[in-house]
């Protein structure tokens, strides 16, 4: 059976069981920080393919974030201040995010991101479930077209999915190694896949090499895709031109 995209005003969701997402956010605040840590002077004035940002300020935006995820208070006054500067909301926050924290060194980002990703992992873990479902009040523009997100597809997936994704566009800026295995980044990328194949509704095969990879198989007859999985996912995150269903996004 081939899957259907959801219709537009159809709130996303969490596909992960809640355990196994809470577990994904932990070990992604721990891998962040250790590559943090694993980066030499040199590494963070380097570009990344994040138009506009070096590798300082990725990890300054997710510094930011996690502060936001650990922190109610914190979170509203983020979100105020994104407010006040209009525009798209998320560009918005990111923005705010790295300028108030233009003044920290490199060593002092390291540090707070080690405190603070615990407390982040913690602050989701603690979301209530009546919190979780309900929706987020700004619609989310995916693909050219917005759609409604519910806080815990935000809480679950996407607080995982954006330290996740900018690790390997750091490591590719910086030439680092990249920790990759299947129990951690393997579960990650099979819920990307999963929901690549609801959103573009069409039969195909994938095979994804490399330790997080795998293969998958919906319907029959659509094209046969073998990539890399660091290609993969730069393309359906929008980072690398692509073409097919592999120009269907996916968000990070």
């Not at 721990?30 to 138009?51: H, I, M, V, Y």
């Not at 319907?219 to 929008?238: H, K, Q, T, W, Y």
């Not at 692509?242 to 990070?252: D, I, K, Q, S, W």
Request: aromatic letters at 6%; charged letters at 25%; proline letters at 6%.
């Amino acid at each position: 059976m081939i899957m259907t995209t959801p219709a537009a005003a159809t709130p996303w969701t969490s596909a992960l069981e809640r355990a196994t997402a809470m577990r994904l956010a932990a070990t992604e605040y721990q891998r962040f920080a250790e590559l943090l840590r694993s980066l030499q002077a040199g590494d963070w004035s380097k570009p990344t393919n994040c138009s506009g940002w070096d590798v300082r300020a990725m990890a300054a935006h997710l510094l930011g974030m996690a502060e936001m995820a650990a922190s109610i208070r914190e979170q509203r006054r983020q979100m105020r201040m994104a407010g006040r500067r209009g525009g798209l909301f998320i560009d918005a926050l990111t923005a705010v995010q790295v300028e108030e924290r233009a003044g920290l060194t490199p060593a002092e980002i390291v540090r707070h991101y080690e405190a603070i990703g615990p407390k982040a992992a913690t602050g989701r873990r603690r979301t209530p479930g009546f919190i979780r479902r309900r929706r987020l009040p700004q619609p989310q523009a995916v693909d050219g077209r917005d759609e409604v997100w519910t806080i815990g597809y935000l809480v679950d997936v996407i607080l995982t999915r954006d330290p996740w994704m900018h690790r390997f566009d750091i490591a590719e800026a910086t030439g680092v190694p990249h920790v990759l295995d299947a129990d951690h980044d393997g579960v990650i990328v099979d819920d990307l896949v999963n929901e690549w194949a609801r959103r573009h509704g069409r039969p195909f095969t994938l095979r994804l090499s490399g330790p997080a990879g795998g293969s998958w198989t919906v319907g029959r007859d659509g094209p046969n895709l073998e990539l890399d999985v660091a290609i993969f996912c730069r393309m359906i995150s929008g980072r690398q031109p692509a073409e097919g269903l592999l120009n269907t996004g996916v968000p990070f």
